[in-house]
């Protein structure tokens, strides 16, 4: 992975990391969910300009690709994609473009994507990280994102 991470990187199986050229040959949407499996992190760039990368943790729920702003900042990224619903993904060296939405459904999921973030990243040093991201004060900083058609 290309990417240092605010969070800290959790040990990987070299085994698991996604490939770059099955990435290409199966498609944005398969490959988005393999990286939401494989990867720690992912970088995220919101709007139509292309400029630097944030890292920031991602899940997947029933078959569904969430993040989630920890930071809460009204000028940063997540707020960036409530005025413009377009941006990118930088997963391992590949840049998807997203759009990212407010869940319909948020309410009802929020039990299982914060369930999802303690699964994926609830050891160690990053339990505080993860009690602020599953609090309720981050649960209306929540997106599903989804590739764009290519």
């Not at 709007?47 to 997947?60: A, K, Q, S, T």
């Not at 999802?116 to 599903?144: C, F, H, M």
Request: aromatic content about 12%.
């Amino acid at each position: 992975m290309i990417l240092g991470s605010t969070f800290g990187s959790a040990p990987h199986d070299q085994n698991h990391q996604p490939n770059l050229q099955l990435m290409h040959a199966i498609g944005h949407r398969k490959a988005l969910h393999l990286y939401a499996r494989n990867l720690d992190t992912v970088g995220i760039n919101s709007g139509n300009r292309f400029n630097r990368f944030l890292d920031i943790w991602i899940v997947e729920v029933e078959d569904r690709i969430f993040v989630r702003s920890g930071g809460h900042d009204p000028a940063g990224w997540f707020a960036t994609f409530m005025q413009d619903e377009y941006g990118y993904l930088l997963c391992d060296q590949e840049v998807i473009p997203i759009t990212g939405y407010l869940p319909v459904d948020l309410k009802d999921m929020l039990p299982r994507i914060d369930q999802a973030y303690w699964d994926k990243y609830g050891y160690g040093r990053r339990i505080p990280l993860v009690e602020q991201i599953t609090s309720p004060a981050s649960s209306n900083w929540t997106l599903e994102i989804f590739p764009q058609a290519s």
